[in-house]
């Protein structure tokens, strides 16, 4: 689970950087790696899509284990 959680959170780095550069630059990677322009998908830049999204989904058990209080006690 740890390599999965690794790899998942490195396409979620790689997601924001790639919102990150549409937001300041106007410049969409994701299209321009796969051929399409700003805003158009084709198969292979949506399955990025899905791919970045699942990703996501998958890190939300770690992110509420980071949120949530310790349930541990240390004594």
Do not use: C
Not at 39 to 44: A, K, L, P, R, S
Not at 59 to 75: D, K
């Amino acid at each position: 689970m740890r390599y999965i959680n690794s790899l998942s959170l490195l396409l979620v780095i790689v997601g924001a950087v790639n919102w990150l550069l549409v937001g300041i630059a106007k410049f969409d990677l994701v299209a321009a790696l796969t051929g399409s322009s700003f805003g158009e998908t084709n198969v292979i830049s949506s399955a990025i899509y899905v791919v970045v999204g699942i990703a996501g989904v998958v890190l939300l058990p770690a992110l509420v284990r980071w949120a949530l209080p310790s349930t541990e006690s240390h004594a």
